[in-house]
């Protein structure tokens, strides 16, 4: 099953800054390669068939990298003609999308495989699933529980340790149930995700094993060579 894929690539990476002042946070270099490639070469791998890249700070230099297509694979954008979170730009960037998709953090890396996620997706009949992996600290990430059955029942546990790894399958039903705030500046984890829970939106969370990694922390940051390259 092909499947298309929102990359959100248009934050201003503020965390970032002093160790990439110049660039959009993916393409911050990992061995002289943009952090977006390795993320991109990873789920060409998996099965993904389309990228919608969703730009918006410095996005010239993105589009002047990749242009329609990497690695035979096609490149379209969605603008964000004025900041809309990580929300707002989901939501414009999936809205003539008729099948479910993958959506991605363009900062984070999570290994896990697309097609046992998208079993999972579809055994569960969710309409949203996240990607939810175990860290010792979720000081810095939302904490998630879950049921036995995967099911979401919180988004900001303080005693569970799983935490939202930032890849996620979703039917386009998701984006028409919180159209009122399309075109609309909304974080996704702070905003979207606890409005489709209050719409009793059926949200499932798959645990998964492998690899992490979050560029946005610098000191993730000087050890993704070894994460990506060196696994």
């Not at 008729?98 to 959506?103: I, M």
């Not at 029942?153 to 919180?178: D, H, Q, R």
């Amino acid at each position: 099953m092909k499947i298309t894929a929102i990359v959100l690539a248009g934050g201003l990476g503020t965390r970032l800054k002093q160790a990439v002042p110049n660039l959009p946070k993916p393409m911050a270099p990992i061995a002289g390669r943009p952090f977006l490639e390795y993320q991109m070469d990873y789920w060409i791998k998996q099965g993904v068939g389309r990228f919608i890249l969703s730009v918006g700070y410095l996005k010239e230099i993105i589009i002047q990298h990749f242009s329609d297509e990497y690695c035979g694979i096609p490149i379209e954008y969605s603008h964000e003609d004025f900041p809309l979170g990580t929300g707002g730009a989901f939501l414009k960037a999936s809205k003539d999308l008729e099948e479910p998709f993958l959506v991605l953090n363009g900062d984070t890396f999570i290994e896990v495989d697309l097609n046992t996620m998208i079993n999972f997706h579809l055994e569960k009949k969710s309409e949203w699933t996240l990607s939810v992996l175990e860290k010792k600290s979720s000081n810095r990430y939302m904490g998630i529980e879950t049921n036995n059955n995967g099911k979401v029942l919180s988004l900001e546990s303080s005693n569970s340790k799983l935490i939202n790894g930032g890849a996620y399958i979703i039917n386009p039903s998701v984006a028409k149930t919180l159209n009122i705030m399309i075109n609309k500046k909304v974080s996704l984890e702070d905003e979207l995700l606890p409005s489709f829970i209050s719409k009793k939106g059926f949200l499932y969370g798959m645990q998964c094993t492998g690899r992490f990694i979050d560029i946005g922390v610098s000191d993730d940051y000087f050890r993704a060579e070894e994460i990506l390259i060196n696994p």
